[in-house]
């Protein structure tokens, strides 16, 4: 009886344990909002509220940058609770930082990277059950990469090394590859096609696509990001239907998608024009593909210095006609597991109180000083 009893323990803490190691919920599993904005600060929430929950939307996206020199506990808190409040469900792409032998590039990441970003982020309080994290930024450029040239097998290396750490932390993170430049060439020393760069992954490290819970895509419509959308390419709005083609033939199972770049260039294209190419790809492209996009946040909300002028939704602190027409795009209630901020404990408030038991605080102690003084004196009168 005994052993039966303990064979029966020992199962049900393997289930429990299967169970525990895929915790992070599927997006696509409830209702889901998929427009998004990519956002360059932490306090331009409002605006992409304003955007992405309007029209019958709520509970749409933000993608934001996080750099490894940037891990203000106070900001990124407030960031998260800003993001509860508002409806918005962030997905942070983690980025090093410039590097130091050649400023305009991005040094490479490391395990070390990886390992500080995963306690970081999980000590801070999410609005989403599902903490969706991207893993760097356009790895197929050797301006991404340190100066070097793109190394996919290296980079399949810290993808599967980051999946483990980030699921050992906290089984609630999603781990997103980072999206590639899709109009990168095959050139020496310098770029690698996407395609190229996701299959020389999988030769390095055949099981990295199971590893990683999603992978996003620079859907950019080139070239020059003017092209029209029905141009049906590699390099175009559909950039991740190519990437999904082949990843799915390394995988056990198809993962979603996260197109979390694109859009076009408004010095080469006048706004009505970019808005009715938004209106035919939200509507009969990107459209067509609910069950695997999870989120689509154009690049960008708002320029800053006038590096993305071309790009911005916002021009003077004001939608551009591009950004009213998605702005009036019908959209739907997503339904995502939230987890609201913590609220103070009701014993907490009660402790609060005692500042009101000051006022009477120093006469008492008088008193019980007083009689104190009172007893000692006559106990040393009678010796007792």
């Known amino acids: 009886m005994k052993k039966i009893l303990l064979t029966f323990i020992l199962f049900l803490s393997f289930l429990l344990s299967i169970s525990n190691s895929y915790a992070a919920s599927n997006p696509l599993s409830s209702p889901n909002n998929f427009f998004g904005i990519h956002i360059l600060s932490t306090n331009e929430l ?44 962030p997905i942070l792409r983690l980025a090093t ?24 982020l999980n000590s801070l309080h999410w609005p989403t059950k599902n903490r969706y994290v991207i893993l760097f930024n356009e790895v197929n450029r050797y301006d991404e990469w340190g100066g070097d040239a793109p190394d996919p097998a290296r980079y399949a290396e810290i993808a599967e090394y980051a999946a483990d750490v980030f699921k050992s932390t906290n089984p609630d993170f999603f781990v997103i590859l980072g999206g590639l430049d899709n109009a990168a060439p095959n050139m020496p020393n310098k770029y690698i096609d996407n395609l190229v ?11 990295v696509f199971n590893k990683i819970d999603a992978f996003s895509s620079h859907s950019y419509p080139n ?10 390419k590699a390099d175009s709005v559909v950039t991740y239907r190519f990437e999904a083609s082949l990843i799915d033939s390394y995988t056990s199972s198809k993962k979603p998608i996260f197109i979390t770049e694109t859009g076009w260039n408004g010095d080469v294209l006048s706004a009505q024009t970019i808005s009715s190419y938004f209106t035919t790809t939200f509507s009969s492209i990107w459209g067509e593909d609910t069950d695997r996009i999870v989120a689509i946040t154009p690049f960008l909300l708002e320029s800053q210095n006038g590096q993305y002028d071309k790009f911005s939704f916002l021009q003077n602190n004001q939608f551009t006609s591009f950004g009213k027409t998605i702005q009036n795009i019908s959209k739907i209630k997503g339904e995502p597991e939230t987890t609201p901020p913590p609220l103070l404990k009701q014993e907490d408030a009660t402790v609060l109180g005692i500042r009101d038991f000051r006022k009477v605080l120093p006469e008492k102690v008088v008193v019980k000083k007083f009689d104190k003084l009172v007893a000692f004196y006559f106990k040393s009168l009678f010796g007792i």
């Open 46 to 89: 409002v605006k992409s509220s304003e955007l992405v929950n309007t029209s019958g939307g709520d509970w749409g996206y933000v993608a934001i940058p996080i750099q490894v020199g940037d891990k203000d506990i106070e900001k990124w808190q407030k960031f998260m609770n800003d993001a509860y409040d508002l409806h918005l469900i």
């Open 97 to 120: 930082e410039s590097y130091h032998k050649e400023t305009s590039v991005w040094r490479k990441p490391t395990e070390a990277d990886i390992l500080d970003f995963a306690n970081f």
């Open 197 to 207: 760069f996701l299959r020389l992954m999988h030769e390095a490290q055949p099981d």
């Open 223 to 232: 070239p020059n990001f003017a092209d029209s959308p029905n141009t049906y």
